[in-house]
């Protein structure tokens, strides 16, 4: 919700069981009931879809002030009060917006009753198997079963055999004797989505969720369906029955797949992820993800360069440290660097480039954006280097200029941070004239040519900040432990940075790191790293400002520059 709506010109009173509150206007009685801290119960309704009221969960009573209709003029009852027209029957809140003056009551016995009622039908055909069903421990039908179920069942008929372990896609398993029809898949697809590939057949109960002739549910949105299911009924094929989800930790994150920066929630057990989610953020990604950002997980246990190495011998990171710092030393030195390294990670590069007096290269990573989360930036972080001066000019495209210098002489040494170079143009020959000192995630053709290798940690395995598209900062956390005897990141740059200079901090950490960014960087002033909500802090109009923009009633700036 942004702050216009917000404002006190866009709230108008409600009535919510005999108490007044202040509430957006415009909004559903289950969004202002929720504001009250009521719960209305409800399985079609998503905040983020069209109403399509089909459930029939969200029942209240709902009343209007009372006028006569010949003067326009209030009906007041024997205390002077006005009266409440109250409708004869329960109506649903989902499609009721706040208006001025607007009551409902949520908790009445006629609601109950409704409840109850509408609870009974949708479980006549539903299985009983809670307790082998993947999605229980996080089922909105079984908790509301649990306060409205009537504990028993009066249906004495078999039950209608519905299809069971329906493959809708590559990454979609449909149980479909679990459905409700809620019909949320359906909105999703059709409306977030844009591929209107799901829909209903037959009639009654009868009606079973289904595709379209000829088409099936492969779009890179597909997995968002699991998410909003409101009951066992679409299941991720990757993680259905692999884990119970209490027993596993849920750790705030962001998506590294592009510059959206997508809010996730990384789910572990004892130091192993097993799926990721799209977490809550109205500012970035509503609720939802990518289904491709959801995999990036899977490359934690893929080929990891674990060991640090010299010429291919493993070492310990002190004797590594020692042999870069020998290579640096005295020499020209060349650094490739990546914005898939966190805001930190960059401002402690940039501190390590001075100290070098060394040339920086960045390379764009782009493919084709999709237009709802996939950009074509398909980093995390490339805002951040702009933003800590890593980078004092846009990245080219290519490595032209590398392979320039390199060939000129100008590099003697060649520091490179999560760049695979060989994946990207270069050959041998093009590294021949260099000593090459690879810091990376994963072995690589690169890692096997270079002089010196020290492993870094990925995203999940160490916090930080990303700066999206929008220039926002986001933090991201922990989720699980990296390899055994690799230092973190910062502390890796950091001794890097006392091997050359023998001047730094001993002991290093986002917070102290940030003390300093906030000292330094005018559009990052004034901000803590533990102060950083879970929403984000945008720096838009300081960032664009301090990169030479200028800032009025609407920012202008070169889209094409900054949202490629």
């Known amino acids: 919700m942004s702050n216009e709506d917000k404002s006190v010109d866009n709230l108008v009173s409600v009535n919510i069981d005999g108490k007044d509150y202040d509430v957006p206007t415009g909004i559903t009685m289950i969004e202002a009931a929720a504001i009250a801290g009521k719960e209305i119960p409800h399985f079609c309704y998503h905040p983020k879809l069209s109403v399509s009221g089909n ?30 027209g109250w409708m004869p029957k329960p109506g649903i809140a989902c499609n009721s917006k706040t208006a001025p003056g607007f009551h409902i009551k949520t908790d009445t016995e006629i609601v109950r009753e409704g409840r109850k009622a509408i609870m009974e ?66 909105r999703f697809s059709k409306e977030v989505a844009n591929d209107d590939v799901l829909g209903f057949i037959d009639r009654g109960s009868y009606s079973t969720l289904t595709c379209y002739p000829g088409k099936d549910l492969r779009n890179n949105y597909s997995l968002n369906t699991v998410d909003i299911c409101p009951v066992g009924a679409l299941t991720g094929s990757d993680f259905r029955f692999n884990m119970r989800v209490w027993f596993l930790k849920q750790t705030k994150s962001i998506c590294t797949e592009s510059s959206s920066g997508a809010n996730t929630v990384v789910w572990s057990r004892e130091g192993k992820i097993y799926r990721i989610t799209p977490r809550r953020n109205d500012e970035v990604n509503d609720t939802w993800m990518t289904d491709s950002g959801r995999m990036i997980f899977k490359q934690v246990e893929e080929k990891r360069l674990s060991n640090y190495e010299i010429e291919g011998e493993t070492v310990s990171s002190d004797a590594a440290i020692s042999k870069v710092s020998e290579l640096l030393k005295d020499k020209k030195v060349g650094m490739v660097v990546s914005a898939q390294s966190s805001v930190e990670e960059q401002f402690v590069l940039n501190e390590l480039k001075a100290s070098l007096n060394a040339n920086v290269f960045m390379k764009q990573h782009t493919a084709d954006e999709d237009g709802i989360l996939l950009t074509a930036d398909r980093t995390p972080n490339l805002r951040g280097a702009l933003v800590t001066g890593l980078t004092d000019s846009y990245p080219e495209k290519d490595w032209g200029k590398l392979k320039q210098s390199i060939q000129s002489g100008d590099i003697e040494t060649l520091l490179v941070f999560n760049e695979n170079l060989f994946d990207q143009g270069f050959v041998k020959e093009d590294l021949d004239k260099v000593n090459v000192v690879y810091c990376g995630t994963h072995e690589n053709r690169l890692s096997k040519v270079a ?88 720096i838009s109009g300081k960032a664009f400002a301090e990169l030479g923009f200028v800032e009025e009633k609407t920012l202008k700036f070169d889209k094409t520059k900054f949202q490629f």
Request: overall charge negative; charged content about 25%.
């Open 55 to 84: 459930c029939r969960m969200c029942l209240v009573e709902m009343g209007m002030p009372m006028r006569d209709r010949g003067t326009g003029e209030p009906v007041l009852d024997d205390d002077g009060k006005q009266k409440i």
């Open 121 to 186: 039908f949708l479980l006549v055909n539903h299985p009983l198997d809670c307790p082998i069903c993947d999605q229980a421990g996080e089922c909105t039908l079984q908790e509301h079963s649990s306060e409205y179920g009537r504990g028993y069942s009066r249906f004495i008929e078999h039950k209608n055999v519905k299809p069971k372990r329906t493959k809708l896609g590559p990454r979609v398993t449909l149980d479909d004797e679990r459905c409700i029809l809620c019909s949320r898949c359906v």
């Open 451 to 538: 002089k010196v290798n020290a492993p870094l940690l990925m995203v999940f395995e160490k916090d930080g900040t990303f700066i999206n598209q929008q220039f926002r900062l986001q933090k991201f956390n922990q989720a699980v432990p990296g390899e055994k005897d690799v230092l973190n990141d910062l502390t890796l740059i950091n001794q890097l940075q006392i091997a050359v200079t023998g001047e730094s901090e001993s002991r290093i950490c986002n917070t102290s790191v940030w003390n300093k960014i906030s000292q330094t960087i005018d559009s990052l002033s004034g901000i803590s790293f533990n102060e950083i909500s879970e929403e984000g802090v945008s």
